[in-house]
Nanobody, 127 residues
């Protein structure tokens, strides 16, 4: 399984970015998808998760109300819309996939719960 993330960049505080991640394997609808991030010197942390059909989402408290995860199963792509960005959001963002038969899987906040990972995309928010 290959994941290709894109959309990172440099943005001022208060700005927005949209990350995309495309899964090479079909059917994409068999995978729950997640976004994680890792800042220098810190552990990889959970950001958001979306169920196979997009019906259930979860967010880390630090991004709730500012970030939105969505998916387009026809395009094999998951998105992370990031608004009201803060300098502390700066990190490498990774998308992750877990194949599951459960439609509305419970939240998976540990990176170990995901089997496949993208290469990461850098997000830098300037103050």
């Amino acid at each position: 399984v290959q994941l290709q993330a894109s959309g990172g960049g440099l943005v001022e505080a208060g700005g927005s970015l949209r990350l995309s991640c495309k899964l090479s394997r079909r059917p994409f609808s068999e995978y729950a998808m997640g976004w994680f991030r890792q800042a220098p010197g810190k552990e990889r942390e959970f950001v958001a998760q979306i169920s196979r059909n997009g019906g259930v989402t979860y967010y880390a408290d630090s991004v709730k109300g500012r970030f939105t995860i969505a998916r387009d199963n026809a395009k094999n792509t998951v998105y992370l819309q990031m608004n009201s960005l803060k300098p502390e959001d700066s990190a490498v963002y990774y998308c992750a996939a877990k194949r599951t038969i459960v439609t509305d899987i419970s939240v998976m906040m540990s990176a170990n719960e995901y089997a496949s990972w993208g290469q990461g995309t850098q997000v830098t928010v300037s103050s």
